[in-house]
């Protein structure tokens, strides 16, 4: 299971909270200790990086949706391809805490 903390303030990129991680699942963005500043939002777009709560726990995963509906939730670290979440149309999406704020929003996966 991951874990991440909620610590306080705003940060220069205008956040509305940060978490700081306790693993490497945000690698290369974040380095594991890193302090991940997050925008409170439920929508993403393709490729953005959510903090999403599932049966896995809280999980930074990056969003993307298919034009039949199908919502993927990809791990940013691509060792991890196992832990990907994939949700049918119709099926009960995990709830999105926030978006992560990046300089750049990474590519999606193509593996």
Not at 6 to 19: H, L, M, P, Q, Y
Not at 28 to 57: H, K, N, V, W
Not at 79 to 97: A, H, I, M, Q, T
Not at 99 to 105: A, V
């Amino acid at each position: 299971m991951i874990y991440y903390r909620t610590i306080s303030g705003r940060g220069k990129e205008n956040a509305d909270f940060a978490v700081v991680t306790e693993d490497d699942s945000l690698v290369p963005f974040i380095r594991a200790g890193g302090r991940a500043l997050l925008r409170r939002t439920a929508e993403l777009g393709d490729g953005d990086i959510g903090l999403f709560y599932s049966r896995e726990g809280m999980v930074f995963r990056q969003y993307c949706s298919d034009s039949r509906g199908t919502v993927f939730l990809f791990s940013i670290d691509r060792s991890r391809k196992n832990e990907d979440l994939e949700f049918p149309p119709g099926s009960e999406l995990p709830v999105c805490y926030g978006r992560l704020l990046l300089s750049r929003t990474p590519e999606l996966p193509q593996d």
